[in-house]
Structures are given as C-alpha cells and as structure tokens.
C-alpha cells in the first residue's frame, strides 16, 4: 500500500500532503468560513457556486462542460432559487456564439449570469467574448479546457481554447483541481464585478470536471456576504429611467479614443482580483495568489506551467529533493490574465534554469504562449519598464528557459516525465547535448524519455486501476465507490475514468485512489494495489496487471463457479505474474448477479459495476481497520445508494443494494494451493481422434 509518500510543506491551498496534515486542520478550524465537506468533481463544484449566486445561465453545453450546464439546468428544473430567493433561469439557444449574446444581453440588463463551454464552443464564441469585454459587462464563463480540432477531432484537455481567446479583454484564471474550480468561481465575479470586466475560470476538461475529489463548498452564508446581490454590484444598462447607448457604430474620430479608454478599466483589473484573493483568503483559510511558489526559496531548477499537471510537479518535487538530491521547484500560474510579470520574474530570476510547460503546440510562433509572455517579462525586468522600476525586480543574468509541449488532448504526463525535464535542464546547465523545445509521453525527435517513473502518491494510499467495456457503468460505479470511501472512512479520495465516446463497447480504464491525505497526482495510475477484471476478455488484451503491487489483489469477472475452472482460465503469463507478486485472486459473475436482481432489464449492463462495489469493500483493508462489520458497512452504503438513485424509486435503490450486498457476500477467493501448483500450467493432453475409415 501507497508508494514514496513524503513529509511536504502544505500545500497551496492550505492542505497537507503529508505530514502537515494537522497545520492545515488548525487553519481551517480557526477561519469563518472553512467550507461544507464533499465528495465532488470540477463541474460540481462549480455548479454549487453558480446555482447560488447567480440569475441565470445562458449555454450551448459541448463536451467537457456538458455536466456544468446540465447541473446547472436540473437546478432550474427543480426549481431551485439563489441565496436572494430569485428563481433561476437556463437558456440553451442554438449554438454558442448565441449563448454568449444572451449573455451579453442578460448582463447589459443588469443580471448576474454565466456560460459554460469549451474547446470549438469558445472559439466560434470568440466574436462576443470582445463585444462582452468592450462593454464592461462583468459575466463570468466556466471552460473545461479542451483540445481544439486541428488534425483530429479530440474532446480532451487542452489549451489552445483558452490561449485563441486571450487577446479578447477577459480575465483568465486556471485552477488544478475541484477545490480550485469552485474557489476560483466566486474569486472571479467578486473580481469582476469589482473592475467591470468579464473573467473564464478555467479548469482542465475532464481531468478536473469529471474527477471525483473531496471538496470544501463555499458556505451559502459567505458566498452572499463574499459577492453580494447582484443588483448591488452590477449597472443595468438598459434601465429607462437612466437610458444609455450600447455597441454604436463609430467612424475614425471616436473608436481610437474608446478603445484605448478601456485600459482605465484594466488598471483596476489586477488590483481587483488581488482583493478578491486576499478577501478568500482571510475568510476561508484557503490561500489563493496570481501564482504559486513551490519549494522555490532555494531551487535550481523550475518547472512553470498551468492546471492539474501542476499538482503532479509537488509531490514529484519532493521525491527528486529527497531521493535524488536535486534542489527543484515548480510555479503555477493561476492568472494568466491579468498577466503576472512581476511576480514571475520575481521567484524564477535566481534559478538555473526552467522549463515552461504547456498543454498546446504553436511551432510558427517564437514561443508558446506562456513562455512568450515570461520572456517578455524577463527582457521588460532587464530594461528596467515602468512596472519592475517600481516593484524594484531587477535582472542581472537570464535564467536558461526552456519549453515544452505536454498533455494534448489529455496525454498522460507522469512523474517520470517531470525527472526527464529536470534532467534535460541539467544537461542545459551543464552544456551538454539537450533540448530546447521538446515533448514528453510521445515517441518523438523532440522527445524526452523518463528516466524513472516512481511512486509518488501519499504515504499509505490505495489506488484501484479497472478495465472493463464503456457502457457498462464503471463510471458511475468509479464515482460510488469514491463518495462511499470518503464518507464512510473519512478518507481523500480521487477518482477518474479514461473517458471517450469512442469507448462504448470497447475496452476502457478507470482510476481510485483513496488515502489518508489529500492526493495530488493527476495521472494515470501505474502503481496500484486492486485491479478489477470487468471485462473478461481483459487479461487478452494486453498486460492488464502491470503495476501490481505485492500482495496485491485481482478481480475477475467469471462465470466459473469453482476456484479451480477460474484458474485454469488464466493465461500462463498471467498466472506467472500473480506468483510473482503474491497476488490475492477474487472471481465472481457479476453479469449473473445482476441478471438475477435487476427488475429493469435495461440496467443489467450497468448493474454488474455496482456488484463490483461489494467486491471492492470486501478486497481493501479499511473496513476490517476500523473494526466495521458488513451491516455496519452496509449502513453507509445504502446512504450513497440514496443520493445517486434516490430519485428514480426505491426499487432502484433497493436493486442496487441488493447487488452491493451479493458481491460482498458471494465473491471468492482462488486459495494459494491452487495459485502455486505449477503443474497445472502443464498444457492439458489433446483428446485422440476418432480413426475415420
């Protein structure tokens, strides 16, 4: 169980992950506001924001925000009213170019209203967002940052969305996790409302919307008293008693004039967001900054970047200062607009070097676009502008910057790749061959290959890899088990699966990970401890079982009845690597199970996942841990039943129940004797033929 772990300084959000855990308590239990504890994704969290503070939401939902706007909308459906009693309204027009102008008309009235979308969605928008800006309407849209088709239709993370729009006027704020997401919500409209400019809040697509975490909500209470009624904050424009003219046409006397009065707003923009952070900050415990420093009082070398990956930097940082003796931090920005410079320059000018990395590729421009903009800022610090002159950030020597590409369309980037990175500066210090641009996670000339990938989850982690079929509800299940662990044990938890429409009825992967401390690793999960079989054919279909750890456990989704027939299908290299790792093997039929219970015969398919959630309490330790007996456990379980589907009846619940309860109860072990008699890898003799005459 769990890898390295390490004894890390909090993190960034005033958490621990490591031994800092009871810091972080202290803090939270001395702050007004420390937030509602759950169990929640990027989109939901988010949702909780929205659905309270403002009108209305006007989107065209598109793939990874999909789930934001369907939140958004079922509030509405349910009636729901914000923290002021107003019902809310969704519109859904015809595309998103026509989300955004409802927007802009909703704002222009006085409303307080927000859009969700991403990738295509907020580049066919991009002619609004600088009409939403010119007029000084201070809307807030939430993007999951998506993959923009180029060679290829991609619905994954990326962010050439965002980056295609940053010239439009709009704050621009990245978060790395759930938590972030739903911080970063209320941090900008308070900040917009305060400079009159619209802001994105920007989280990774699915690897942020659709990743299960635990959460701290903003309180209702604060969110009222943070941003306030919206009729005390923003101007209606179309008020008649005060009436005004909006979007003229103006020749060459006048637009000059009104387009560069528009940095008087800007002015007020960064002053604005940093109130906002600090006002959070104080009330809730959770430190927000324009960016993040991470182990950079001494470091030599530096990676910079934006969203999830920037977590996985912390704990690899401190796997590569502790085992490898490298002295090495990371910089996440969290506004890329307004623009940072300063502070930027500021914690990167004494290192080495540094590798600004990227989740897109623009191979004809000098840079891409973060490392254009910390080389400005650089050369800007060098001669001395307006703005480093009276921070007093002086620059005698540039660092050696270095760029790279990682994470299109939600590539993993692993550990391993961080090391590749520090180890490609290095090379750069030290004059040997290295690169200057490069990639990681690809085969490629530029590539970096990872020199090791180790085991950087936090000490005493358990993390479940499943393969199984998309459509057979190893999302929701993933999901289940999650919110179950969390509540049940009172345990950080991260759950995620491999998304893609292209993936029902073929093979897929989903992830677990659940641990005493928050987890900070957004990567797929080569070091794991339980691997389910979902789908039969799994251990076909390439090497399903890598990553094992010792004594670690499988599942096999069998018909076989006997422990004996299940190990007999095993292939022989299977068989080998469970020897090798003195594996547990768990079989059952959860197809049979979910035959047998489910009163809709639609819900078979997905009825098997759920029997998988008896397997899995039944193969990790946390139950027996805490002294829990299965009535016990089954008391907590039938409470995350209810909150998932409660609503479609209790026969559904009842049904789901039923299933959790068989597979704790019928699953069964292959015993040792069997797992270790070699000679049953003997091949079987072939039955003689009958002689035909």
Request: hydrophobic share 40%; glycine share 8%.
């Amino acid at each position: 169980m769990s890898g390295s772990g390490s004894s890390a300084p909090e993190d960034g959000n005033g958490r621990s992950n490591g031994n800092g855990q009871h810091v972080a308590q202290s803090r939270r239990d001395s702050v007004r506001y420390p937030g509602i504890p759950t169990i929640t994704d990027g989109a939901g969290a988010v949702v909780w924001v929205e659905i309270n503070i403002t009108q209305a939401a006007c989107a065209y939902p598109i793939t990874s925000s999909t789930t934001m706007g369907g939140g958004y909308s079922a509030a509405v459906s349910n009636g729901q009213r914000n923290l002021w009693g107003e019902k809310l309204i969704f519109i859904e027009p015809e595309s998103e170019h026509s989300s955004a102008s409802t927007c802009e008309g909703f704002a222009l009235a006085g409303g307080r209203v927000t859009n969700f979308t991403s990738g295509q969605g907020l580049v066919l928008m991009k002619e609004v967002l600088y009409t939403i800006s010119g007029k000084r309407l201070p809307v807030v849209f939430h993007i999951g940052a998506r993959a923009l088709t180029s060679h290829s239709l991609n619905v994954h993370a990326g962010h050439d969305d965002v980056m295609s729009c940053a010239d439009t006027g709009w704050g621009i704020l990245f978060g790395r996790n759930p938590q972030e997401a739903a911080d970063l919500a209320l941090i900008a409209r308070r900040a917009a409302e305060a400079c009159q400019s619209p802001f994105m809040n920007v989280q990774d697509g699915f690897l942020i919307t659709h990743t299960i975490e635990n959460v701290l909500l903003p309180e209702k209470e604060f969110m009222a008293e943070f941003v306030g009624r919206p009729q005390d904050h923003i101007l209606n424009l179309f008020d008649v008693n005060h009436p005004l003219m909006t979007g003229v046409v103006q020749d060459q006397d006048s637009y000059m004039k009104g387009k560069i009065a528009q940095r008087h707003y800007y002015a007020h923009m960064k002053p604005a967001l940093l109130e906002a952070m600090r006002l959070f900050s104080d009330a809730t415990g959770r430190p927000y900054d324009l960016i993040e420093s991470y182990r950079m009082e001494d470091a030599d070398y530096a990676l910079v970047g934006m969203g999830c990956m920037m977590e996985t930097a912390k704990p690899t940082i401190d796997y590569m200062r502790s085992e490898l003796n490298l002295r090495v931090g990371a910089v996440n920005v969290c506004s890329y607009r307004p623009w940072p410079g300063v502070e930027i320059v500021r914690v990167l000018r004494n290192v080495k070097a540094f590798t600004v990395i990227e989740r897109m590729d623009d191979p004809i421009a000098p840079a891409n676009p973060l490392m254009r903009d910390i080389k400005t800022s650089f050369l800007d610090a060098r001669l001395q502008l307006e703005q480093f002159r009276e921070a007093a950030v002086t620059v005698d020597q540039f660092p050696l910057m270095l760029q790279c590409s990682a994470g299109l369309g939600s590539r993993d980037i692993r550990p391993g790749h961080f090391i590749g990175l520090v180890q490609n500066m290095r090379h750069a210090v030290e004059a040997k061959a290295h690169k200057e641009y490069c990639t990681v996670g690809i085969k490629h000339e530029t590539a970096i290959d990872p020199p090791i990938d180790p085991d950087v989850r936090p000490e005493g982690a358990y993390s479940m890899r499943g393969h199984s079929v998309g459509g057979y509800g190893s999302v929701t299940t993933n999901k289940v088990i999650a919110s179950l662990m969390g509540d049940l044990f009172g345990l950080h938890v991260q759950a995620y699966p491999k998304y893609g429409s292209s993936k029902k009825g073929l093979p897929t992967t989903y992830y677990l990970t659940v641990a005493p401390s928050k987890i900070l690793t957004h990567c797929e999960l080569e070091h794991v401890e339980f691997i389910p079989l979902n789908d039969v054919n799994a251990l076909n279909l390439g090497d399903t079982l890598r990553g094992l750890a010792d004594g670690g456990t499988i599942f096999l989704n069998s018909s076989k009845t006997t422990p004996l027939e299940v190990w007999q299908g095993v292939p022989v290299w299977a068989r080998r690597r469970i020897r090798e790792k003195h594996a547990h093997v768990l079989a059952l039929d959860t197809f049979k199970i979910a035959d047998e219970v489910a009163t809709n015969p639609e819900l078979r398919i997905r009825m098997m996942g759920i029997v998988l959630l008896g397997v899995f309490l039944k193969a990790t330790p946390f139950a027996a841990r805490l002294g829990m007996g299965f009535e016990q456990i089954m008391q907590g379980v039938e409470k995350a039943v209810r909150s998932y589907w409660g609503k479609r009846g209790e026969q559904v619940v009842q049904d789901n129940l039923t299933c959790i309860r068989r597979g704790y109860q019928e699953v069964f072990e292959v015993p040792r004797e069997v797992i270790f008699d070699a000679s049953l890898d003997e091949p079987t003799p072939a039955t003689a033929l009958p002689v035909v005459s």
